[in-house]
């Protein structure tokens, strides 16, 4: 297996104090995050309901770090533009929501944003086989959408090397997410599978030292 270039921390805000969220963005980026992530849900494809274009464009005033904006939603191709101008440096659609997935990617990508895809932890990876040579990223859920704070499905492990396999057998330049459950004691096993950006929300925003964890998590990750 090829070892991954760079491995990134992206905390995500779903855990933050939504009332102080420059705050916590401040905290995260000095305890060492490289992008922050964006969970969009729109209380239909997904059970929880978040946030908006309105708040990304507001974050991007106060952070330089990438925005890694997750689309949980059932109709992306209504909002893409807003999140585009927002100011979202990467954006992951969900496979389930997107009949026209090339023509959405394309869309993302001719605006020069990072074009993501995402799999639900029951969706094969095979319905992405067709479109890994056009993405930026693959995001594997490993949790059900809509909530944070759950545990990491251990089956998806599995999952994880299989799509590690799929992007280094036909050598695409993608860059392989994990997302769900993600803590300082899984995180090792999550990179030996293959990893290149772990997503993490109630093990640092739950945490009493957003530093201490990240540092931590980034030692197991090597
Ligand atoms: C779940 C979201 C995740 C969530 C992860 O639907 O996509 O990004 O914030 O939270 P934790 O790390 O707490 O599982
Ligand atoms: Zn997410």
Redesign the pocket.
Known sequence: MTPPKSRKIAP????ADFAHLADEIARVTEAGADMI?V?V?DGHF?P?FTIGPPIVKAIRKVTRLPLDV?L?MTNPDDFISDFIKAGSNYITVHVETCPHLHRMIQSIKEEGVKAGVTLNPATPLSSVEEILGEVDLLLI??????????S?IPSILEKLRRARKMIDERGAKVELEI?????VENVAAIAQAGADIF????????SKDYKDTIQKMRTAIG
């Open positions: 995500s805000i779903l855990s992530h969970d849900m997904v929880n997750h949980m859920m490993s949790v059900n959408p809509g909530f944070g704070g759950q990491f997302d769900g459950g993600i803590k997503v993490s929300g109630s093990a640092i925003f739950q």
